[in-house]
């Protein structure tokens, strides 16, 4: 089989996605599937069964189109596919594979849509269904939203039935007897009489073979695979140190750079003076790029110690220079009129009127992404072609960038996915990918690593908002009658999706985001959104709106229950429409033992979250020791669906809460003169071992569909945390970070 043979209806697999009703312009170039992207790189002996599953004589490679930045999605996306190739982990390869638009991911924009993910009407329906339509025309690879599980769910494991039925198929042809004689075990087809063929021996056939556009699969009950708990298939290399991250690429004749970009964030350099940068140690070339330079050195120490010696002329920043200037376009967007208004039930301005008031203001600083690793980038310029390694969230939109800078052709460029050191959305964005891009275009023929300083990346985040909220309500005896939420925020999806290229049209539904949906009854209830104008550059963060949102929504709902003296967990169950919901929030209540006594200085805090569609409770519980706060047990339960792998879902929910109790313990982002404060880890710290509590998690699966579960851990953690300190301390805190009113041991 030739190396650019092609797959025709196997590409069918990736393509083919429900549309519910209606005729929609287009459909007919929507339905067109993209080719294989395996098929071009084929060498002989090679078989492209699916665009998932590669099989040689060395055995079968899984591949996973989803990042791996230590969530275990590489592990999940191919227990999909060994499910159904009828195989076990530990007989395959997992890699990340090419950029391609094959890989679009389908189910990344339903969060954007102005439907509650527990709404199933026929209209919600149709709506996430239409989102694939432009999510398969931009093509974007793109890992976040908690959305690889939910748009692999099906599409991987009919590739692997796809890839096992053409094997079977094969080994029919090969024998001369009906396919339906014929079984699979173990990566072997076997026959009535007991012969077996093993898949390798199998692949160059099966991949002439037509394959089923809508091959069996398996059900549920008969899952050896899917449903248990996996050892990772990255265990092995990250606990030996062989894994390979961005930061380890290490390539013959490599030279090492690094970056200074003007600290006014995104603007222009007037000048630069490196005369004394150049004739230091190591160093081989000084380029510039997009807002600075770049330093090229023997090594990446000489490279940022030449970095400290350039001189610049920096342009000023062309936004309000100050943490406090900045916070008041937030507030005056108040007053420029609403920006969304997704929920409005019954009449809250005549329940108000008249009627006794509790109101509150809450707030939440700009926070950074602070992956563990630095970002990096190599990238190597040769022979008419370029190779970018680089730890990323989004890797067909860096081949863009490169035909952008390069003028190469997109057949000439490729990009790999190395492991990477965290992600949290900010390896989402382009920019430094972009700098390596730029190096290694100025320098044909040289392989270059680029690699960030830990304050070059501190200082040149795009940041989580800062965001305000503002509520009124009125309470009844049980439960509150009205609630008016107002939220205000600068606008994440015009800043992210307007540096992709991508409009942002209508209100962003990120600024209200886990508010407006949430399943509460309560009669009067209405939730605004007011859009900051976006002048400081403004991001996805781990679980976006969600994060912060949760933290305003769920403290307010302490408050009311506060103001009656009601006990805030049997208060939720009253409200709760969503019966998942409500199960998780009993499940939360059982697990923490919530009722029973508490000694003295003690104090126990919930909070409830639906995000990315996963119904999540967290109740936290502190100490007041020798004046400081020790967290000392966390409490997680939450509905995914269907736990693919329990251990996982265990440790993301898990994961997700620290990383959201560091922030609210401690998080901040300043600016003074137009720059970012904070630069390290000493002023930017996190959650240490003897600050985490002992952490117990409750899966539930109850939901009607499979979700993703990066996120939602994140949003409960701060609203627990605060409503636990107000147990203990009586102390209600609005503002984060929560360091700024009481000392954490």
């Known amino acids: 089989m030739g190396k650019l ?69 590489h592990t999940t996306l191919a227990a999909l596919v060994a499910e159904e190739l009828d195989v076990s982990l530990e007989q395959v390869k997992v890699i990340h594979g090419p950029a391609s638009n094959a890989y679009f991911n389908a189910a990344g924009f339903e969060e954007a849509i102005p439907f509650a993910a527990i709404d199933e009407s026929s209209m919600a329906e149709r709506a996430r269904n239409f989102t694939r339509i432009p999510a398969k025309f931009l093509g974007m690879q793109l890992t976040g939203g908690s959305s690889s599980t939910p748009d692999a769910f099906e599409k991987m494991r009919m590739a692997g039935a796809a890839a096992r039925e053409s094997l079977l198929q094969a080994a029919a042809q090969k024998l001369g007897v009906q396919a339906t004689s014929l079984s699979t075990h173990a990566g072997k087809v076997l026959t009535a009489s007991g012969d077996s063929f093993d898949y390798t021996e199998l ?39 062989t894994a390979e991250f961005g930061v380890d690429v290490t390539l013959p004749g490599m030279l090492f750079a690094t970056v200074r970009v003007n600290p006014n964030l995104l603007n222009p350099m007037n000048a630069y003076d490196a005369s004394k940068a150049e004739s230091m ?9 997009e807002n600075g330079v770049a330093v090229v050195a023997t090594n990446s120490w000489y490279a940022f110690q030449a970095a400290k010696a350039i001189e610049f002329d920096w342009q000023p920043a062309n936004y309000p220079k100050t943490t406090s200037e900045l916070r008041q376009i937030v507030v005056d967007s108040f007053a420029a009129g609403a920006d969304s208004k997704h929920r409005d039930d019954g009449d809250v301005d005549a329940a108000l009127n008249g009627a006794e008031i509790i ?34 969230q989004l890797p067909t939109q860096i081949v863009k960038e490169a035909e952008r800078i390069t003028g190469l052709p997109e057949d000439a460029i490729t990009v790999h996915t190395p492991y990477m050191g965290g992600g949290f959305g900010r ?51 049980t439960e509150p009658t009205a609630i008016d939420l ?44 007011y859009k900051a104008d976006t002048v400081f550059p403004v991001s996805s963060w781990r679980s976006v709106g969600a994060s912060q949102n949760a933290f305003f929504h769920e403290s307010m709902m302490d408050e009311l229950a506060a103001a009656k003296s009601l006990d805030p967990l049997q208060m939720r169950l009253n409200l709760i429409t969503h019966e998942p919901s409500r199960k998780v929030i009993e499940a939360v209540g059982e697990l923490s033992n919530w009722g029973a006594e508490l000694p003295a200085g003690h104090g126990r805090g919930i909070a409830f979250c639906l995000s990315f569609g996963v119904p999540t409770a967290q109740v936290i519980e502190v100490a007041e020791q020798d004046g400081k706060i020790k967290i000392l047990n966390a409490y997680i339960a939450a509905d995914v669906g269907t736990a693919l792998d329990p251990r996982n879902v265990e440790a993301q929910l898990s994961g997700g809460m620290h990383y959201g109790l560091a922030a609210a313990m401690m998080g901040e982002i300043t600016i003074t003169d137009g720059k970012v404060d904070q630069t390290n880890f000493h002023n930017y710290n996190s959650i240490r071992m003897n600050q985490s509590p002992n952490v117990e998690v409750a899966i539930l699966e109850n939901g009607d569909r499979i979700r993703g579960v990066g996120e939602p851990g994140t949003p409960p953690a701060a609203p627990a945390l ?24």
Not at 372 to 389: L, V
Not at 508 to 528: K, L, M, S, T
Not at 724 to 737: F, M, N, S, V, W
């Open 5 to 73: 043979a092609t797959i025709t209806r196997r590409t069918f697999l990736l393509g083919a996605v429900a549309i519910t009703g209606g005729v929609v312009f287009g459909y007919w170039k929507y339905k067109q599937p993209y080719g294989n992207p395996l098929q071009k790189d084929l060498d002989d002996g090679e078989a492209a069964l699916t665009p998932y599953v590669l099989i040689d004589q060395d055995g079968i490679t899984i591949i996973a189109p989803r990042a791996e930045m230590g969530q275990g999605i």
């Open 203 to 241: 692949a160059e056939a099966a991949a002439l073979i037509e394959p089923s556009a809508e091959p069996t699969l398996k059900s549920q009950a008969n899952w050896k695979v899917l449903g248990k708990s996996q050892a990772r298939v990255d265990v092995i290399p990250k606990s030996t140190g």
């Open 281 to 289: 140690r190591g160093v081989e070339k000084i380029i510039e790029i």
């Open 359 to 392: 109101s509150g203001e809450y707030e939440v600083p700009y926070l950074a992404h602070a992956t563990m690793e630095p970002m990096n980038a190599t990238a190597w310029m040769r022979d008419g072609m370029i190779e970018i390694w680089a730890g990323n």
């Open 427 to 477: 390896r989402a964005e382009l920019d430094f990918a972009k700098q390596a891009i730029e190096i290694a275009n100025a320098m044909p023929g040289t392989p270059v690593k680029m690699t960030w300083t830990r304050e070059e990346d501190t200082c040149h985040d795009y940041y989580r908002p800062l965001a305000l909220a503002k509520f009124k309500a009125v309470m009844g005896d």
């Open 486 to 529: 107002e939220l205000a925020a600068p606008s994440v999806a015009s800043s992210q999706f307007g540096r992709l290229g991508v409009p942002a049209a209508g209100p962003d539904i990120f600024i209200v985001q886990a508010a407006w949906d949430q399943p509460y009854g309560v009669e009067n209830y209405r939730v605004r959104g």
């Open 722 to 745: 605060a409503n636990a300190i107000y147990a203990a301390t009586g102390k209600r805190i609005r503002r984060l970070p929560l360091n700024k009113e009481v000392s954490f041991v």
